[in-house]
């Protein structure tokens, strides 16, 4: 079945970056995007970013100068990259596998909770 | 870039009641328009994608509706475990994929 599995940091000080991997399974990466979303706490929901099968990227336009998503298709591992973290980048980033022509999100992980504090 | 408006932000119902969030759309995004369940500590999860077709294992009670720039999401008959956070999404067709600001269904 399909899984995708977050490991992250937890803590990040200001100025610093993040880097989180996204463990999939079920599914092949060449095949299918995923897509990065983060929840603020008590807030909504915000797409990050999509990997697509073939490595291309998209970006949210207000991220694209701190955000790289990259992957690892032999270990099945996408990742995501954020610098210069900011006390509003604190969130659960979620990854979740996109539908491979339309993009809907249709399994997504546990999310990985970030804290950006000194 | 694209603007997703949802609307009510908050709603408040009782079991066996129908309900309709609304999802409007800054632009024509045809009919790329998902929309997600989320519960309190959860994962987001599919309930609808391309405006009107059910993801597998939702509910009959749910239904997806609307294209271009307006769209719905309606629930028939409110179950104790329909509540929680929905979410519009466009899904297609620009290089970004944002969702609406969310909408939290509470119990009456």
């Known amino acids: 079945q399909v899984q995708l599995k977050e490991s992250g940091p937890g803590l990040v000080a200001p100025s610093q970056s993040l880097s989180i991997t996204c463990t999939v399974s079920?599914?092949?990466?060449?095949?299918?995007?995923v897509s990065w979303v983060r929840q603020p706490p008590g807030k909504g929901l915000e797409w990050l970013g999509v990997?697509?099968?073939?490595?291309?990227?998209n970006y949210h336009s207000a991220l694209i100068s701190r955000l790289s998503i990259s992957k690892d298709n032999s270990k099945s591992q996408v990742f995501l990259k954020l610098n210069s973290l900011q006390t509003d980048d604190t969130a659960t980033y979620y990854c979740?596998?996109?539908?491979?022509?339309?993009?809907?999100?249709?399994?997504w992980g546990q999310g990985t909770t970030l804290t950006v504090s000194s | 870039d694209i603007q997703m408006t949802q609307s009510p932000a908050s709603l408040s119902a009782s079991v066996g009641e129908t309900v309709t969030i609304t999802c409007r759309a800054s632009?024509?995004?045809?009919?790329?328009l998902a929309w997600y369940q989320q519960k309190q500590g959860k994962s987001p999860q599919l309930l609808v994608y391309n405006a009107k077709t059910l993801a597998e294992g939702v509910p009959s009670r749910f239904s997806g509706s609307g294209s271009g720039t307006q769209f719905s999401l309606k629930i028939n008959s409110l179950q104790p475990e329909d509540f929680g956070s929905y979410y519009c999404q466009h899904h297609y067709g620009t290089p970004m994929y944002t969702f609406g600001g969310g909408t939290k269904l509470e119990i009456k």
């Open positions: 990997i697509w099968g073939d490595g291309s990227t």
């Open positions: 979740a596998k996109s539908d491979h022509y339309y993009g809907y999100l249709d399994y």
């Open positions: 632009e024509n995004i045809y009919s790329y």
């Open positions: 079920g599914f092949s990466l060449t095949s299918y995007g």
